[in-house]
Structures are given as C-alpha cells and as structure tokens.
C-alpha cells in the first residue's frame, strides 16, 4: 500500500470504473480497457466498483451482489490485471475483510463523519479515500480526516464531490480543492457524483453526463491531484447511476485532453 500511496501522493491519477459490480463479465471488460490506459498513458490506474450501494434512493433499486461476493469478483480483477482497486464500505465491520483485497477503502461522502467507520478504515493496512459530504465545507474535512489519522494511518486521500444546492441538485466550490490540500494529503475530484441529480429521476438519481469532463478540467486549474471517474460500456443500461456515468469508448479522449491541456 506505501507503495501506491507514495505514487499517488503527488498525482496526477485516475480511479475509475462502473458504480456498482453488476457482473464478472462487466468488471472484466472495464478492468482490461483501463489496463491498457494505464499503459499508454503512464500514470497510476485505479479500478473502483461497489459490491453494496446501501444509499439508493428507492429500496426496489439494485444494490450489487453484497460484500462476500463482490470482494471474489474484485480479486479477479486484480489477479486478471494487476490494477490496484477501491472499493466502498458503509458499516465498520466491512472493513477489515474488505481490506484483504482492495487496496483503498473509500468512505461515502454522507457517512464521512461516521466516526465508527473511519477507525475501522483507518485500523486497516488500506489507504482510505475519505469522500467530503453534500453538507460540508472543504475545511470542515480535517476532522474526518483527524479520526482516520488517530488510528496511526496516515494514507489518507480526500475527495471532492459538490455540494447541496436547493433540492435536487449540487454545484462544486472549486475552492474546496486548495482548502483540503492545505491538510497535506492527496485530493480528489469526483467527476462523476459532481454531476448529479439526487433523487430527481423518479425514484433513483439523475445527472448530467455531458459536464464531467468539464469537472476535471477545471479541477486541474485548482491543482487536485487525481481525478474519480465512474464508466460503462453502455450507460443508459446501468443499474446504478447511469446519467453521471461517461461512456467507456469516449474515456481515452477524456483523458488525452485530461492531461495534455495546460
């Protein structure tokens, strides 16, 4: 894990991957085409999918196929392309067996105040992506971050995601970004979840795909470190957060431009 976290320390990097863990087959097909971006663009690829989405809007929306399961599926990943891997956890008792395979617990922006659950990360061998709440500032982050950093556990990242504005809908303070870097960790910018909708397609999120590059692009000028991506091969298919998420096929271009534009 230093290893990788030493390599991501200073950016630029990707974590990237469908929302949740729909099939072995779907895993796979992303798993190999970020193999291959990681080879040809040279920097630090990370595979994210959740085994468990317990924050759906409607209780008939699909979850994933639970922790045991879904922990065998992102091993394969890993033993199939020798990505590093993310997953996110919502109960402490998940992280310990979710440490054994992955390599960075990520924290969901509405429970990163859960003190239960950042020790339990924290207590770990993982790094722990601590994803910054709808409700909070970017300076507000510290504390989050003070509860993983009491553990010992000092492989911390922070990531960016908007805020609430109104209902229904969340804008990004791109001052965020510098605000928590002044912690000394890595950040993040959620392209993804930025562009979201909570709520406000009948009973499950929408969102604007169209302006995720655009988030990215911009956190760049605020000088983040790395950038969170959700793709698929065919989004309008999704069983979780399908409006947010970027083609597969356009995700090459997103970051040729991601790293060639000054």
């Known amino acids: 894990m230093k290893d990788l976290y030493q390599k991501i320390k200073y950016g630029p990097f990707i974590i990237a991957g469908p929302c949740v863990i729909e099939s072995q087959t779907l895993l796979l097909q992303v798993g190999e085409e970020l193999a291959r ?4 663009f040279g920097i630090p690829v990370i595979f994210k999918s959740s085994f468990d989405k317990a924050n759906r809007t409607s209780i008939s929306s699909f979850r994933g ?20 891997i993310t997953t996110d956890i919502h109960e402490a008792h998940q992280a310990l067996p979710a440490a054994e395979v992955v390599d960075i617990l990520q924290i969901p922006a509405f429970l990163c105040r859960q003190t ?32 993983v950093a009491s553990t010992g556990n000092e492989q911390l990242m ?4 908007g805020n609430m504005f109104g209902y229904q809908n969340l804008v990004v303070d791109f001052r ?21 909708r909570p709520g406000a397609a009948g009973g499950k999120t929408g969102g604007d795909r169209q302006f995720v590059p655009s988030m990215a692009y911009a956190a760049k000028a605020f000088g983040v470190n790395g950038y969170f991506f959700e793709v698929h091969p065919d989004p309008t298919s999704a069983k979780s957060d399908g409006p947010n998420m970027l083609y597969l096929k356009d995700f090459e271009q997103v970051i040729y431009r991601l790293l060639a534009e000054n």
């Open 116 to 147: 239960d659950l950042l020790l339990a990360a924290g207590n770990t061998d993982a790094i722990v992506n601590i994803k910054k709440a709808q409700f909070l500032g970017g300076e507000d982050m510290k504390y989050p971050a003070q509860k």
């Open 37 to 40: 971006l990681q080879q040809k």
């Open 158 to 161: 922070l990531t960016e995601r």
């Open 65 to 84: 196929p639970g922790l045991e399961k879904g922990l065998e599926m992102l091993q394969k990943v890993k033993d199939e392309f020798a990505l590093p």
């Open 176 to 196: 965020n970004i510098p605000l928590m870097k002044e912690f000394g960790y890595p950040v993040v910018m959620d392209c993804t979840h930025s562009v979201q």
